[in-house]
Nanobody
C-alpha cells in the first residue's frame, strides 16, 4: 500500500504564505503523478495542482500565479502557497497515482488532509 502524510497546514492571514508537504511511503514501484486537492465546507473536492513524473504541472485557474507545486520523483510533494485569500480556506489533500509493482494497475491514493485557514 501507499501512505501519504501531509503537513504544513495552519492559520494564516490574508496575503500570507504557507508551504504544504506530502511524504509518500510504502511499497511503491512507480508514481505516475502527484497532486494537491482541496475541499471547503459544503463544496466538492477540487484539483488545486498536479505534477507528472515527467515534471509537467497543471494548476486550477484560481491559484495560478500564487501557488507552486514541486517534487514527485523523490516521493515528496510540496505546495508553496502565496498571496493567500480567505477563499483558499479548505482541507488540502495529497494524492498519488501509483503502481505497487510492474504488473499492477495505477491506483489513486489519498492522504488524510491538512487544514488551511486564511483569516484575519
Amino acid at each position: 500500500q501507499v501512505q501519504l502524510v501531509e503537513s504544513g497546514g495552519g492559520l494564516v492571514q490574508p496575503g500570507g504564505s504557507l508551504r504544504l508537504s506530502c511524504a509518500a511511503s510504502g511499497t511503491i514501484f512507480s508514481i505516475n503523478a502527484m497532486g494537491w486537492y482541496r475541499q471547503a465546507p459544503g463544496k466538492e473536492r477540487e484539483l488545486v495542482a498536479n505534477i507528472t513524473s515527467g515534471g509537467n504541472t497543471n494548476y486550477a485557474d484560481s491559484v495560478k500565479g500564487r501557488f507552486t507545486i514541486s517534487g514527485n520523483n523523490a516521493k515528496t510533494l510540496y505546495l508553496q502557497m502565496t498571496s493567500l485569500k480567505p477563499e483558499d480556506t479548505a482541507v488540502y489533500y495529497c494524492n498519488a497515482a501509483a503502481r505497487l509493482g510492474p504488473t499492477h494497475y495505477v491506483a489513486s491514493y489519498w492522504g488524510q488532509g491538512t487544514q488551511v485557514t486564511v483569516s484575519s
